[in-house]
């Protein structure tokens, strides 16, 4: 069975930082474009940005750019969303997705 498990969510600060993993299983992600998205409560899911399937291309929302870093690890079939100067409004569930497959979430909180 295909699998995409997040993990690495919880409750931060305004100005932290958090690090969300996503272990796939089922299939290699080699070769394939990985996003990230996320979902606030009331609001539509929103793509935070994308990795190619080499690294070589990453893009962001307007939203994140300049504070959150997705990368890869081929080899490990892992992806990362490094989030920096968390904000209030950045609080939403955060889904891994590939081109057909979706995580089921982490929550992630900002708030004092």
């Known amino acids: 069975d295909v699998q995409l498990v997040e993990s690495g969510g919880g409750l931060v600060q305004p100005g932290g930082s958090l690090t969300l993993s996503c272990a796939v299983s089922g299939f290699t992600i080699t070769g394939y474009e990985m996003s990230w998205h996320r979902q606030a409560p009331g609001k539509e899911r929103e793509r935070v940005g994308y990795?190619?399937?080499?690294?070589?291309?990453?893009g962001y929302s307007d939203s994140v750019k300049g504070r959150f870093t997705i990368s890869r690890d081929n080899a490990k079939n892992m992806v990362y969303l490094q989030m920096n100067s968390l904000k209030p409004e950045d609080t939403a569930v955060y889904y891994c997705k590939s081109p057909a497959y979706w995580g089921q979430g982490t929550q992630v909180t900002v708030s004092s």
């Open positions: 990795i190619s399937s080499t690294s070589r291309f990453v």
